[in-house]
């Protein structure tokens, strides 16, 4: 911003939304962390622990709603600040979904610690980290206004995709195995897509970058992944959605 | 509906939305001075015929020197001097020969304070015809009718026409003068901050009266409220220190303005 507004509690509250923003990525990030920790490790404490700390990522989105709201009625907002405060509503809609997906994640690891462990499962940590650094790339950019590194996280989601399919695939063998496999491994299939949909909410909140910045959606920077999709979409189901 | 955006004169960015009926008025390089100031530099711009066109800007900013300029109200203060052109389809209204009473009955104006004059609502709404010499008397109460139901007025003051103007609140005073800026059949309606003496209700009224106007004339307004120039026009105008920063599509301007000094003002950080 070159200067701040006339109205100065204006000012205190953009800066208010934007640290309420900022807290509520970051425990939905944390959540999604200790959520897929807690699935590696089979951990069933750590798990009821992020159920339960779900309350908290609640509690910050209605925050931010009431606070849109007020702004909404009370400043009118036009221009930037109208993307701003838009965004926010929407990217705190996003990170709500996140923390929802983390307490899937922690959900479907209780039931899935009743069984025995699935032997190999070797891509399980590596989709973990990944969609646990596009969540934080994504917040970063989003916070800093920086529409490069939001694009960049937003073309890793194919990334994120093939390693979903990969997953899915491998737990397609096991199944076949073994039928006894069936349960934990379907378990383990709804924590993979629950990891796969964190993308796609990442994905959402870079293209809420681009409209803060820019004004507008993304059409022209599509091509690869759109391009992508519809291959994908044309193998026939190849990959479970 | 929005034309490319393609810098010009001055650095203005335009982006401006294209009617259907082409252009009106077309004002080119046009600068202002009163004695030695200078209070407009080289403005460029297009309006659009039946759209409505807002000009808003900081005050000192010039937009009502610019809305003046169209009727040549401005001839009115000493030592005021202009270059460029203005044309009103084709014609160019600074021509020495021009006409500066026809031209005004083109262009009706209303002011910022209601300003009936001190006459019965019937006679002020027929003032322009009064002034042309018609004394047709079912003309007249046509265009009387006509004009006050234009102007959303007509139910009010139909069974007062004949009691003074003076009587009515301040917001039927304003919709009377839009009655009787329009009773002259203007091309074009100029109006300088015409809300901005009245109550919320009579604002939304003469707001609701202006949406229903456009079309059939081609609105100017000067506003201050930022948020009134996004809900009734089709295009603003951003001025800043005599010039035009910003000229397009209302909805750009209130959402992604494209210049930095028309974003800052409309956020309210500066003006």
Known sequence: MSQGHTVRKYDEDLKELNNLLARMGGLAEAQLKTAVESTVRRDTDLAAQTIENDDLID?????????????????????????????????????????????????RTIRLNEHPSIKGLSSLPRLAEVSQRMVKDVLDAYLEKDVDKAMDVWHRDDQLDALHTGLFRELLTYMLEDPRNITPCTHMLFISKNIERIGDHATN????????????????SRPRSAQNRRNANKDGGGSPS | MTSASTPANGGTIYHVKKGDRGTILDIAEFCLWYGAAQALFGVEMVVERGLVTALIG????????????????????????????????NNNIYDPRADVIALRKRMGMVFQKPNPFPMSIFENVIYPLRVDGVRNKRLLEETAERSLKSAALWDEAKDRLHQSALGLSGGQQQRLCIARAIAGDPEVLLMDEPCSALDPISTARVEELIDELSGQYTIIIVTHNMQQAARVSDNT???YLGKLIEYGDTDEIFTNPKSRQTQDYVTGRFG
């Open chain 1, 205 to 220: 909140i870079a293209e809420m970058c681009h409209y803060l910045v820019h004004g507008g959606p993304m059409r022209d």
């Open chain 2, 58 to 89: 900081p005050s000192g900013c010039g937009k009502s020197t610019l809305l003046r300029s169209l009727n040549r109200m401005n001839d009115l203060i000493d030592g005021m001097t202009i270059s460029g052109n203005v044309t009103l389809d």
């Open chain 2, 237 to 239: 105008a951003f001025m």
């Open chain 1, 59 to 107: 509690e910050l989105e209605l925050q931010i709603d009431d606070l849109v709201v007020r702004l909404l009625a009370l400043r009118q907002p036009v221009a930037t600040d109208l993307r701003e405060i838009v965004s926010a509503l929407k990217v705190s809609d996003e990170l709500e979904r996140v923390a929802d997906c983390a307490t899937n994640i922690a959900k």
